[in-house]
């Protein structure tokens, strides 16, 4: 007689700690969304907000571990439910981690706002808007099992790489000027480099959801086929 309570309790379970990971993932991207915007409109308050919010993020994370812990060891979960549970804890940790670069762009936001107006602000933009694009589609393939579209995520962070490696170069080029915008630019720097760093942990949640929707590890997968190329050529 208890077969079926368990089971209507192991699937509530699995259904909670979905959402919660889904609850992560829209409080990440806002976090994101108003740290870009602190940013680009000068909105110190908005930055402050951004750094004080970053630790319902933190409980989150907490959170999700302890209700995939009491899954793992109160239920024992196989197959596709264990890999779900992987799965979720695993992508908690990218979303904390992306929610702590939305903070540091929001400090960084902060401390550019209290400088002269900075014109080289407004070329972040279209590398934000990559990012959170491939962090929506990441989450995207994990909820609705869209295998394909995790896979295509590795192929348009290469785009993003292309674009942090541009505007890291502009920056560079232009701390050496005597404008007394160095400082400014420093700070310019570090937000790019955290977006460049959102979009890798983006194409992690996505090589997740490729794990949880076959059981494939596709990690590092290029680079294996890299090596073994090149090994085969020296023979």
Known sequence: MTGPHISREFDIAIRNLKDQVLMMAGMTRQNLERAMSALL???????RAVIDDDTNVDKLEIKVDQSGMDILVRHHPVASDLRLVISSMKIS???????????????????????????DVALTEPLYLMADGLLRDAMTSFTDSNIGLAEGLKQRD??????????MTTFIGQLEAPHGK???LLHLIFVIRSLERIADLAVNIGEDAVFLGNAQDIRHVS??????????GDQ
Not at 107 to 113: G, L, P, V, W
Not at 223 to 232: C, E, K, L, M, T
Request: glycine fraction near 4%; charge should be positive; aromatic fraction near 2%.
């Open 93 to 119: 940790t990218c979303l904390e981690r992306i929610s702590d670069h939305a903070m540091n762009i929001a400090k960084r936001a902060k401390k550019i706002c209290k400088g002269p107006e900075l014109q």
């Open 41 to 47: 409109n000068r909105d110190i308050e908005l930055s």
């Open 223 to 232: 680079r294996i086929h890299a090596v073994g190329n090149d090994a085969s």
């Open 182 to 184: 160095a400082e400014s």
């Open 158 to 167: 290469r785009e993003i790489d292309r674009c942090y490696n541009n505007l």
